[in-house]
């Protein structure tokens, strides 16, 4: 099944039920109000809004509606947890190579982790709002696991049985502010407007990673068409049971995958700083400068139909102070 929240105004939203083809949503309020309920008692809710999605699909809802993102917050609007892995080992050899080059590499044996703020986070079609180009804007298009209850010290295969829903994420990120201020460097995520259960994949869900590629758009170019399963050097249930090998993750957690990255360049970039570190190692110097006050990104996944996965994530960049036309729209 595929879910979102709509923005109602409060800080948490209303839960939908969305079809398939993105087309349609009906409201799940006669089953649960916010999607946190839902992972808090996901074996009794969940069957409950299965039912209530494949009535939508066959068009048997009388009071269905039309699906717009633009009226979404992220699927799940704050977390108990979110945790940023490293996943695809090639972005972070690009990076090292460019920035170390006296160094040799040596590929981790274990999947790195950041923890992230989850107090809020912003919905698909929010812009992103900024103090100063001067800070390096970056995007990271990745995708994310939502959990359930996870026990401390599971396994991989374990932990892949914790996965309830999938969704894409943009990690914002300003890259000139340094090693010295990481907090400040992280300052936003953003995610599609749809969460999926894995089953919605298919065959296209396979060992805890997705076949599938990630298309990035900036200023309306095509920069990425990543291949999502190949080259991901630990899959989802690594990255859980290592988020849990101290302490249990409770439902609600977000695990995401870091920047895709693939090996042939000519499938483009998830983020701008690979882009910069593959110029770097080609000539000596980086090109490509970071994002600009004005300049949209639009992330997004199709599936084998053609027909978009998780919707898409597409924002804008302004200036901290600066008015847009959705304002409305909250993060």
Not at 31 to 36: E, H, S, V, Y
Not at 100 to 126: N, V, Y
Request: proline share 4%; charged share 20%; net charge negative.
């Amino acid at each position: 099944m595929k879910l979102a929240t709509l923005n109602d105004g409060s800080r948490d939203g209303q839960l939908i039920v969305v079809s398939r083809d993105l087309s349609q949503a009906h409201y799940a309020s006669g089953i649960a109000g916010r999607l946190q309920q839902v992972l808090d008692d996901w074996g009794f809710l969940a069957p409950q809004l299965e039912e209530l999605y494949v009535g939508l699909n066959h068009g048997r809802l009388r009071h269905a509606f039309n699906f717009d993102p633009k009226q979404c917050m992220a699927p799940l609007p704050r977390a108990f947890q979110w945790i940023e892995g490293a996943a695809y080992l090639n972005h972070a050899e690009v990076l090292h190579k460019a920035g170390q080059a006296d160094s040799a590499w040596e590929p981790p044996t274990e999947p790195g982790l950041r923890q992230g703020p989850g107090d809020a986070f912003l919905g698909a079609c929010s812009p992103v709002r900024l103090a100063s180009e001067a800070m390096g804007i970056d995007f990271e298009a990745q995708w994310v696991a939502v959990t359930g209850d996870v026990a401390q010290g599971v396994n991989a295969a374990q932990a892949l049985e914790g996965v309830r829903l999938l969704m894409l994420a943009n990690g914002w990120t300003l890259r000139l502010l340094g090693a010295q201020d990481r907090f400040h460097s992280r300052p936003l995520t953003s995610f599609s407007p749809v969460a999926v259960t894995p089953d919605e994949l298919g065959a296209s869900w396979r060992g805890g990673r997705i076949d599938g590629a990630l298309q990035t758009m900036w200023n309306g170019r095509k920069v990425g068409h990543c291949e999502t399963g190949a080259e991901m050097s630990f899959h989802c249930g690594q990255l859980i049971a290592q988020a849990a090998k101290t302490r249990g993750l409770r439902a609600g957690s977000l695990i995401s995958t870091g920047p895709v990255s693939n090996q042939d360049s000519r499938r483009g970039y998830s983020c701008i700083a690979e882009k910069r570190a593959l110029e770097q190692l080609e000539s000596g110097q980086a090109k490509t400068a970071f994002m600009a006050f004005g300049d949209s990104v639009r992330i997004e996944m199709k599936g084998a139909d053609g027909l978009s996965v998780f919707g898409a994530i597409d924002q804008d960049v302004l200036a901290l102070n600066e008015a847009s036309e959705d304002a409305a729209v909250p993060a």
